[in-house]
């Protein structure tokens, strides 16, 4: 079975300038979650997806940060303009609600440095 | 609000020791996950358990509901566990999952 598919893994940007990472979840994954994790920290949870519909994007830095999932397969997650406090390694999840079984499956991360 | 919250935060064991990482939350779940990341790594799912005890290889995780409170166990550690050790609950509705801060785990040969 495929994992959980992320794109870019690395990306150097100055800061101001704009960036855009990928996500193609596990096949019938219902559920997309989008984390950032600074380094030393575990991590937070920036919007969640039920299929292309957002369940929670509470902490998502509206202002700057979007994220979309059209089709309700894969999704981005865009950064405009970036600010140095942006770097961090971007996660992408998912799971299968219903399967029951609430086991989360990570994507390899996209690691974002804001120079 | 959930807390999750770990402990130790760090902590740096010689090859084959017993090791214990210790988890307690705030209100009720559904499921808790023990999760790996290697430095530069993804995340490893390890465990997801919602009561008792599970076991893979050396690795061993219990729940106590009541107490809401797990553990992660490694048995006879090996420099190759060396990783952040991540626990993380599962509210079921919403399907939402609050994260520790993890535990950095160094095994020195």
């Known amino acids: 079975e495929a994992g959980v598919a992320q794109s870019p893994r690395y990306k150097i940007i100055e800061k101001r300038q704009s960036v855009a990472f990928w996500c193609n979840p596990i096949s019938g994954h219902a559920t997309l979650y989008w984390y950032q994790q600074i380094l030393g920290q575990g991590p937070k949870l920036l919007i969640q997806f039920q299929n292309n519909g957002v369940v929670d994007d509470s902490q998502l830095p509206k202002d700057r940060f979007s994220a979309e999932r059209l089709k309700g397969v894969d999704s981005t997650l865009k950064i405009q303009p970036a600010k140095l406090e942006d770097s961090a390694v971007y996660l992408c999840?998912?799971?299968?609600?219903?399967?029951?079984?609430?086991?989360?499956?990570f994507g390899e991360g996209s690691r974002l440095t804001v120079l | 609000k959930n807390e999750v919250e770990q402990s130790p935060q760090n902590l740096t064991a010689q090859e084959g020791e017993f090791i214990t990482i210790n988890c307690s939350y705030s209100v009720g779940i559904s499921a808790l996950h023990w999760l790996q990341q290697h430095p530069g790594g993804g995340i490893v799912s390890l465990f997801m358990l919602s009561s008792g005890k599970k076991k893979h290889g050396r690795l061993i995780a219990t729940i106590n509901i009541q107490e809401k409170h797990s553990s992660l166990h490694i048995t006879a550690s090996h420099p190759r566990d060396s990783a952040v050790y991540i626990c993380?609950?599962?509210?079921?509705?919403?399907?939402?999952?609050?994260f520790g801060t993890g535990t950095s785990l160094t095994v020195i040969p």
């Open positions: 993380a609950d599962l509210i079921q509705a919403g399907n939402q999952f609050y």
């Open positions: 999840a998912s799971s299968s609600p219903t399967a029951n079984t609430g086991e989360l499956f």
